[in-house]
Nanobody
């Protein structure tokens, strides 16, 4: 059975950096786009970034463009999200999924996979 597991969250000061990882198991990640989403307390889940399979086209929300960088290492079945110049408003639970919030893509036969989330807190 396939799954996604996020890691790398934590507490960081404003202006700091974190690198999140999303590691897949039980299925071949290469075929699928991987998206990062986040949900802050009291707010709806929003798309942050995604990277397509094959050509690796990347997308970013306006609020993070220029500060976050997404990349993938299919040999390790892992997608990374580098968070830089963090702001307090970036505080949220970050989730990865085999779903791109900005473009359509392949859907796994059993439906999209979602990770359990990792907390990012930006505070001094």
């Amino acid at each position: 059975q396939g799954q996604l597991v996020e890691s790398g969250g934590g507490l960081v000061q404003p202006g700091g950096s974190l690198r999140l990882a999303c590691t897949a198991s039980g299925f071949t990640l290469d075929y699928y786009a991987v998206g990062w989403f986040r949900q802050a307390p009291g707010k709806e889940r929003e798309g942050v970034s995604c990277i397509e399979g094959y050509y690796g086209t990347t997308y970013y929300a306006d609020s993070v463009r220029g500060r976050f960088t997404i990349s993938r290492d299919d040999a390790k079945s892992t997608v990374f999200l580098q968070l830089s110049s963090l702001k307090s408003e970036d505080t949220a639970v970050y989730y990865c999924a085999t779903k791109c919030p900005f473009a359509p893509g392949l859907v796994p036969p059993t439906g999209h996979y979602w990770g359990q989330g990792t907390q990012v807190t930006v505070s001094s």
